[in-house]
């Protein structure tokens, strides 16, 4: 059964009325990832995807959860939440920090240009291809485009923050 003692309060009674709800463990598995608990929402995660086995939000937190708690296993599930909406920016960027983390910059940096080829206006995406470039010692571009994404939304703390640490560490 649930462990109602470990978990919020407001999805106790909901998952006790309704425990096939692949939803209600999605939405759990996420609250504990915006809380930064990745080992708490991994279980909340693999049961939302068992019963939703076609829910790309299932998949990506159960993706999030094994990568943020450094597991393996967390890249498959992110590509394969990908393959259900290859254009989605979340899932593209997600995908292609679960590379980084891995060591797999290349692949990284190949899934964001090709993103960003599609959607060139995406701040959060030239974010993170700035931190790719970044991670394969790139400095000049990972400035441009740090600086690209400053200029398509200048409140991304993302961007002053990555200027800020390229500015220190290569300029």
Known sequence: GVQTCAL?????????????DASLWRA????????????EA??????????????A??????GLA???????GGALWLARALLLHPDEPLLI??????RLALGEVEAARRLLESALARAPRHASLLINLAN???????????????????????????????????AQAFF
């Open 93 to 98: 960027s997600n995908l292609a920090n679960a």
């Open 28 to 39: 759990l598995a996420e609250s504990y990832l915006g809380s930064d608990e990745p080992e």
């Open 42 to 55: 991994a279980r909340p995660a693999r049961r939302a995807v068992a019963l939703g086995p076609d829910d």
């Open 132 to 166: 790719t470039c970044a991670a394969s010692n790139r400095p000049e571009r990972a400035q441009s485009h740090a600086k690209q994404a400053m200029v398509l939304e200048p409140a991304l703390n993302q961007g002053h923050r990555l200027l800020g640490i390229l």
């Open 57 to 62: 939000a299932g998949m990506n937190a159960l």
């Open 66 to 72: 094994a990568y943020r708690a450094g597991r393996s």
């Open 8 to 20: 919020p309060i407001s999805f106790d009674g909901a998952l006790s009325a309704l425990p096939m």
